[in-house]
């Protein structure tokens, strides 16, 4: 799977994609992420970005332009210099907005299954001149209901839970938790934990060896 973000704050996803299972990602190659900065592409003789909102209001628009410039760019480079020959690219792009279609696990597998190349569009300020969206065809994303400052936490957040789905990204195929009975209630050793003279049990189901129970317990905890 191929992540090519567009955003004007490429370092935020360092220390994130440095560590832990999305390194190893990258470095096995079961994934690859690229950025792209409007500012290296933007015809503004001072770099800009951004201007005012038709209408009026606070703060600023990204602008359509420099988006577009670099999505085709992103598109017709990946498809002519590194299209294996075996494989078809198939391109998806998402552009992060608060008001867009709640991401899901299902919304995270359908992608992993179906594209080659996910391309997200991080907003800043106001956000993205709609015609971004108009011209891509991309899907609008949220993911959550609440606003953040900008659309690069919610591309990591993405990014993440669709290289859980590609095959390689996760050591073991059980650990794929989003196919498995699981619970959001966990414990491991020792079974009886002492704090401030309490007493804390593992409850004993758990320690049965019983897996058809343990099931039943984990479909409600
Ligand atoms: N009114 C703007 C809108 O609806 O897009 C809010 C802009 S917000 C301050 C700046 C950017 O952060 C957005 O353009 C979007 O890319 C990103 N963003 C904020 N909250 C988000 C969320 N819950 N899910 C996805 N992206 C979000």
């Known amino acids: 799977m191929n992540f090519h973000v567009i955003t004007i704050f490429p370092n935020l996803f360092d220390s994130y994609l440095n560590d832990s299972i999305m390194k190893k990602a990258l470095d096995k190659g079961s994934i690859s992420v690229q950025f792209y900065n409007p500012r290296d592409v933007t015809k503004n003789k001072h770099k800009k970005v951004d201007d005012i909102p038709y209408g009026g209001g606070p703060g600023m628009v990204m602008m359509a332009e420099p988006i577009i410039d670099l999505w085709a760019d992103i ?36 992608s992993a299954k179906e594209h080659t190349d996910i391309i997200f569009i991080c907003g800043r300020y106001e956000g993205i001149d709609a015609r971004v969206a108009e011209i891509t065809g991309a899907d609008l994303v949220s993911i959550g209901d609440y606003v953040l400052t900008g659309g690069e936490l ?3 957040v993405m990014i993440d839970s669709i290289s859980r789905q590609v095959d390689g990204v996760l050591g073991n195929k059980q650990s794929l938790e989003e196919d498995r009975i699981s619970s959001h209630e966990m414990y491991t050793r020792p079974a009886e934990l002492k704090y401030k003279g309490k007493k804390y049990q593992v409850p004993e ?16 905890h």
């Open 75 to 110: 598109t017709k480079k990946t498809l002519i210099e590194k299209l294996p020959l075996t494989k078809k690219r198939k391109f998806k792009t998402i552009i992060l907005s608060p008001g867009g279609e709640k991401f899901t696990t299902e919304y995270a597998k359908a």
């Open 154 to 156: 919610a591309a990591m």
């Open 205 to 220: 189901v758990l320690q049965s060896g019983n897996h058809k129970l343990i099931d039943e317990w984990r479909k409600h």
